[in-house]
């Protein structure tokens, strides 16, 4: 009876150590596993650990920047979005207090960084550095378009993008260079026929697509994922400008034959203008900025711009183009308050809207309201004497940046058709004499204002 006894207590000794080691398996597999990350990489679009292979890429960025004083910053959209939703969680976060990777693990090809090349002063020897520590490196150059104004300097290179790899994950570092209107600008990643196509999926790439032009952005200093990274102070803001950042430059080399063709007017009536229209440019931006109102050369001043990167001496005016949807009640009160009295009003917001102030030396800003159709768009004008109508038709434009008498302005992305809309194929060639309601080829009869709103839309 002992002995039955014995072996019964045996296996039920046995029993029970079986269930509790499947309950330790069990136990393992569906909480401790999770807790850790090891089950979430296998559903879609689920954050990694701080094992990821993007994490410890990022991680071993962060390293070799920090030893090496590269002035770099975030500027992943992605990352910053996420950053800025929890900004809270991230402003009271400390280094090594975190226990999830959150924001650097979430799944992507690359992770994005700006370099402030400006205050980059050990470019040597960085790439074997970074392929010491286990990266594959690739440095993008091309001519400084900063130079192209200068016979002696045109053609000399900068870099413009490192891209490094680790493993899957990949860096991509976007060389921002300092220009004279106090913002930041990148260049183009345009691959060379030697680099391999394959090295990342460059197609995925968030910068580079064209050139890119930012506000300086304010840093400030943050712990994401135990990581101490600078990002900009206002994330959202820098976001906001990517998909509007497109850059182009000034043709230097079309203006420097334009003027061996035509010779550029030296004299000091024509230097005094330049001046004039500069600063007149520069408070009608400061005004227009402040009110948060967008704008773009117009006009002459557009062609100035895109024929001879300059003001165009003889043009007696500075001209700006705004979307209707983007006037303010409150405009024309801010340029009074900006030393800038109303010089003329036609038309009204509904309908051909046109205004005109006063700046000094007898250089008049002229601000030309457009209007939005299905198949184009269009600006009004009015004889203040009749009070004829008429219409300025543009083929559809999106807005780029550039760079003008060192200022960071807006022009047409489409300038071409913009400029030839306003001044036909032959706008290369200098007219003095303009008729503005006979002279465009875009110009169209549009009726005439009835006699009882002319108290409304012609005020002068």
């Excluded at 393992?28 to 090891?38: D, E, M």
């Excluded at 990489?41 to 689920?46: F, L, R, T, V």
């Excluded at 200022?407 to 008729?435: F, Q, R, S």
Aim: with cysteine; glycine share 6%.
């Amino acid at each position: 009876m002992s002995r039955i006894n014995k072996n019964v207590v045996l296996a039920l000794l046995t029993l029970t150590s079986s269930a509790f080691l499947l309950f330790q398996l069990y136990y393992y597999k569906h909480y401790l596993s999770t807790k850790n990350g090891a089950g979430l990489s296998k559903s879609k679009g689920s954050r990694i650990g701080f094992d990821s292979t993007q994490w410890r890429a990022v991680k071993k960025f962060i390293m070799l920047t920090s030893n090496q004083n590269v002035p770099v910053f975030l500027i992943d959209p992605l990352i910053l979005e996420l950053i800025n939703k929890n900004f809270e969680q991230v402003k009271n976060t400390s280094q090594g207090s975190i226990s999830q990777c959150t924001f650097f693990c979430v799944p992507r090809d690359f992770t994005a960084f700006a370099l402030q090349y400006h205050l980059w002063k050990n470019e040597e020897g960085w790439f074997r550095i970074a392929e010491n520590m286990g990266f594959q490196c690739l440095k993008i150059e091309s001519k400084d378009p900063r130079l192209d104004g200068i016979d002696s300097l045109s053609g000399t290179e900068i870099p413009l993008h490192y891209i490094c790899k680790l493993a899957t994950h990949a860096i991509h570092l976007v060389v921002f260079h300092e220009r004279s209107g106090n913002y930041l600008w990148h260049g183009h990643l345009r691959l060379k026929e030697h680099i391999d196509r394959k090295f990342v999926p460059f197609r995925k790439l968030q910068f580079g697509r064209y050139p890119g032009a930012f506000d300086r952005p304010e840093l400030q200093q943050v712990t994401v994922d135990g990581l101490e990274v600078l990002i900009p102070k206002d994330p959202m803001h820098f976001v906001e400008e990517v998909p509007h950042s497109r850059f182009i430059e000034c043709r230097y080399k079309e203006a420097r034959a334009f003027f061996q063709q035509y010779l550029d007017d030296n004299t000091v009536e024509a230097m005094a203008f330049r001046k004039s229209a500069k600063e007149l440019l520069q408070l009608a931006a400061k005004t227009l900025n402040k009110l948060g109102v967008p704008f773009w050369l117009s006009s002459g001043t557009c062609l100035g711009w895109y024929r001879q990167c300059n003001i165009i001496p003889y043009s007696k005016d500075v001209d700006l183009g705004i979307f209707i949807q983007d006037y303010k009640s409150d405009i024309i009160l801010a340029f009074q308050d900006a030393g800038l009295p109303l010089k003329h009003k036609f038309g009204k917001v509904e309908d051909s809207l046109e205004l005109s102030f006063q700046g000094k030396d007898d250089v008049k800003l002229d601000i030309f309201f457009f209007y939005e159709e299905t198949d184009h768009m269009w600006n009004g004008g009015t004889q203040a004497k009749t009070g004829k109508k008429f219409k300025y038709l543009f083929p559809k434009f999106t807005l780029c940046w550039t760079e003008f008498v060192d200022m960071k302005v807006h022009v047409p992305c489409e300038t071409l058709e913009y400029i030839e809309a306003n001044y036909g194929k032959t706008w290369k060639i200098p007219v003095k004499t303009w008729d503005w309601k006979r002279s465009p080829p875009n110009v169209q009869p549009n009726g005439i204002w009835p006699i009882s709103e002319w108290d409304e839309v012609v005020r002068y």
